[in-house]
């Protein structure tokens, strides 16, 4: 007999520990009368690797799935117990999923969770960074413009910041890091519940220039630390300026005020006069 209630599970699957496989994975995995993955292959493999009967497996990408997930209602107002994975970790965090839970939920059909593993949570959880409040910025863009201007909006929070980033990429990025929020302490923790899990703790600037001949080995999360500037908050300060001074006036004295860089305190300041008019 089925225990798995009809709907949406939503299931997280390990990042790389067989063992972090719960018992309530298995039972949905088990019990679905539809997977819907990312590779039918990542989540085969995962499914005979636990020795369980598979079920049908349909391969979801929101972006082509526009066809499929009215089926996929369908199915689930029929009663229907469809699993939503992703190739590892937690479904929607920088993966598919958004699109079908939003439909499911607009369709009155139950959203279930099936929680566990997640890249983010798994770094924030032994890096050693402030975690009383976070922002996650998912993977960082590859241009550099739209790599700054990310940096720029996030620029004055006082709290940790996380992206997802990969080896070729990492030093760039912890260079555009250096640049546009002063050099800040950052952990890199890659490899997560796999056997050469580490957390790599330094400078953004002194992180970028060991990388660049010699980038981290497989999956990582960087997580940059709360600056000092931070302490004054950039927006409200530029704000305060703004109301009396012209773009120029405020960010030269926004950036004495913060210690930030003038010409990041300048494009913040445009984008922000932009915003408010
Ligand atoms: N939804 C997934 C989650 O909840 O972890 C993340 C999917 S995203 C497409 C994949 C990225 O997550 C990788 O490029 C890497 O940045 C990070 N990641 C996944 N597994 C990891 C691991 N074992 N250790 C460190 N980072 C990992």
Same mark, same amino acid.
Do not use: W
């Given at each position: 007999?089925? $225990?798995? *209630? %009809?709907?949406?599970h939503v #299931?997280a699957? *390990?990042?790389?520990?067989?063992?972090d496989?719960?018992?309530?994975?298995?039972?949905?995995?088990? &019990?679905?009368?539809?997977?819907?993955c990312?590779?039918?292959?990542? $989540?085969?493999?995962?499914i005979?690797?636990l020795?369980?009967?598979?079920?049908p497996l349909?391969?979801y990408? @929101?972006?082509? #799935?526009? @066809?499929?997930? %009215?089926? /996929?209602?369908?199915e689930?107002?029929?009663?229907?117990? /469809?699993?939503?994975?992703?190739d590892?970790?937690?479904p929607?965090?920088s993966?598919?999923?958004?699109?079908i839970v939003r439909?499911?939920?607009? =369709?009155?059909?139950?959203?279930f969770?099936? =929680?566990?593993p997640?890249a983010?949570?798994? #770094?924030?959880s032994? +890096?050693?960074?402030?975690? !009383?409040?976070?922002s996650?910025?998912?993977f960082? *863009?590859?241009? !550099?413009?739209?790599?700054a201007?990310?940096?720029?909006?996030?620029?004055s929070?006082?709290? $940790?910041? +996380?992206?997802?980033?990969?080896?070729?990429r990492?030093?760039?990025?912890?260079?555009?890091?250096?640049?546009?929020?002063?050099?800040? $302490?950052v952990?890199v923790?890659? @490899?997560?519940t796999k056997?050469?899990e580490?957390?790599?703790?330094?400078e953004?600037? @002194?992180?970028?220039?060991?990388?660049?001949?010699?980038? *981290?080995?497989?999956?990582?999360?960087?997580?940059?630390?709360?600056? &000092?500037a931070e302490?004054?908050?950039?927006d409200?300060?530029?704000? !305060?300026?703004?109301?009396?001074?012209?773009?120029?006036?405020?960010?030269?004295?926004?950036?004495?005020?913060?210690g930030?860089?003038?010409? !990041?305190?300048?494009?913040?300041?445009l984008?922000?006069?932009?915003?408010?008019?």
């Open positions: 007999m089925k $225990t798995l *209630p %009809p709907g949406l #299931a699957t *390990p990042i790389g520990n067989l063992g496989v719960s018992d309530r994975l298995r039972q949905a995995l088990e &019990q679905a009368d539809r997977i819907l990312e590779d039918t292959r990542v $989540t085969g493999k995962l005979s690797a020795g369980l009967i598979k079920q349909t391969a990408h @929101e972006h082509s #799935a526009s @066809e499929l997930r %009215p089926r /996929i209602i369908a689930l107002e029929d009663g229907g117990r /469809i699993v939503l994975v992703s590892a970790g937690t929607l965090i993966d598919p999923g958004y699109k439909d499911a939920r607009d =369709a009155g059909i139950k959203v969770s099936i =929680a566990g997640s983010l949570t798994a #770094a924030l032994i +890096a050693g960074a402030p975690t !009383d409040r976070f996650f910025l998912g960082m *863009p590859r241009a !550099d413009g739209q790599r201007t990310l940096l720029r909006s996030v620029m929070r006082a709290e $940790t910041l +996380a992206f997802y980033e990969t080896g070729p990492i030093s760039a990025s912890l260079a555009a890091v250096a640049e546009v929020l002063g050099n800040r $302490t952990s923790a890659r @490899e997560l056997l050469h580490e957390v790599i703790e330094g953004a600037a @002194e992180l970028s220039s060991r990388f660049a001949d010699h980038p *981290p080995k497989g999956e990582m999360v960087v997580l940059i630390h709360p600056g &000092q302490a004054l908050d950039l409200q300060v530029l704000t !305060d300026l703004l109301a009396t001074k012209s773009v120029r006036e405020a960010s030269k004295e926004a950036a004495e005020l913060t930030l860089a003038k010409k !990041d305190c300048y494009a913040r300041a984008e922000l006069k932009e915003t408010t008019g």
